[in-house]
Antibody, heavy 121, light 110 residues
Framework: QVQLQESGPGLVKPSETLSLTCTVS????????WSWIRQPPGKGLEWIGY???????TFNPSLKSRVTISVDTSKNQFSLRLSSVTAADTAVYYC???????????????WGQGTLVTVSS | QSVLTQAPSASGAPGQRVTISCSGS????????VNWYQHLPGAAPQLLIY???QRPSGVPDRFAGSKSGTSASLAISGLQSEDEADYYC???????????FGGGTKLTVL
């Protein structure tokens, strides 16, 4: 059973770069698409971007200029970097597997537990 | 402002049936399949429904999904106290080339 776990600093200063890593266990990262999703306090979910293990990456246009997503297949990990953060980037950040099947469409499962990142000086 | 529209709250008594709706557009729900998630505080969102109306193994048949045009619904029958959670709809959006979500519906079991 595939499990995901986010890790990284819980506090980031304004204008600095948020960095998170997602470790995939119970399965290979080299078989699926992988997404980053966030949820600001009291608000809904927002898709940040996804990557395929080969390095193909797609971003949410609203964040594209500030987002970097990378993969380390040797460690079964993928990472998120979000630059020039502000208080508006305070959120619970989730990593998740993005599945696709020609018959049943797309779905996100499983998700990590999520990690709260607060942007504050 | 979420791309998919959900009512912020819903409620029902134990044993009753509740329906949660999700409204989108032709670029997301109208073209692609809908997923539903149950989200408890501090936990990972759990997949309840995929492909509009399919339940992953382990999800009780009290949960049922449906879709018509650019709207989708999640019905929960035989409400139980443990169903109290936030419920989110999600779909792929062809215009965005990414995922869009509803704002979530907080379900209260009275």
């Amino acid at each position: 059973q595939v499990q995901l776990q986010e890790s990284g600093p819980g506090l980031v200063k304004p204008s600095e770069t948020l960095s998170l890593t997602c470790t995939v266990s119970g399965g290979s990262i080299s078989s699926s698409y992988w997404s980053w999703i966030r949820q600001p306090p009291g608000k809904g979910l927002e898709w940040i971007g996804y990557l395929y293990y080969s390095g193909s990456i797609t971003f949410n246009p609203s964040l594209k200029s500030r987002v970097t997503i990378s993969v380390d297949t040797s460690k079964n990990q993928f990472s998120l970097r979000l630059s020039s953060v502000t208080a508006a980037d305070t959120a619970v950040y989730y990593c998740a597997r993005h599945n696709y099947d020609v018959l049943t469409g797309r779905w996100i499962d499983p998700w990590g537990q999520g990690t709260l990142v607060t942007v504050s000086s | 402002q979420s791309v998919l529209t959900q009512a912020p709250s819903a409620s029902g008594a134990p044993g009753q049936r509740v329906t949660i709706s999700c409204s989108g557009s032709s670029s997301n729900i109208g073209t692609n399949t809908v997923n539903w998630y149950q989200h408890l505080p501090g936990a990972a969102p759990q997949l309840l429904i995929y492909n509009d109306n399919q339940r992953p193994s382990g999800v009780p048949d009290r949960f049922a999904g449906s879709k018509s045009g650019t709207s989708a619904s999640l019905a929960i029958s035989g409400l139980q106290s443990e169903d109290e959670a936030d419920y989110y709809c999600a779909a792929w959006d062809d215009s965005l080339n990414g995922w869009v979500f509803g704002g979530g519906t907080k379900l209260t079991v009275l």
